[in-house]
Nanobody
């Protein structure tokens, strides 16, 4: 079955950095675009970043552009999110999923447990 295991979250001060990882299994990882989503308390889940199958194509939400970098290692079935210059508003639970450009949405209904990122002074 499809599985996502996110890790790397934590508590960081504003301006700090974190690197999230997501290990995926149960599907042909290298054949799918991948994405990171986040969900803050009381808010809907939002798309943060997308990466194409080879890693050449990337796209970001305006709110994180220039601060976050998505990357992937197809040999390890893992996608990463490097987060720099973190802001209070980046506080959320972060999730990964495969991504389908048709419909511009996540591919699988099953989600991992996510990893909590808290930006606090």
């Amino acid at each position: 079955q499809v599985q996502f295991v996110e890790s790397g979250g934590g508590v960081v001060q504003p301006g700090g950095s974190l690197r999230l990882s997501c290990a995926a299994s149960g599907f042909a990882f290298s054949s799918y675009a991948m994405s990171w989503y986040r969900q803050a308390p009381g808010k809907e889940r939002e798309l943060v970043a997308v990466i194409g199958t080879s890693g050449v194509y990337t796209n970001y939400a305006d709110s994180v552009k220039g601060r976050f970098t998505i990357s992937r290692d197809n040999a390890k079935n893992t996608v990463y999110l490097q987060m720099n210059s973190l802001k209070f508003e980046d506080t959320a639970v972060y999730y990964c999923n495969a991504y389908q450009f048709t419909g511009a949405t996540y591919k699988y209904d099953s989600w991992g447990q996510g990893t909590q990122v808290t930006v606090s002074s």
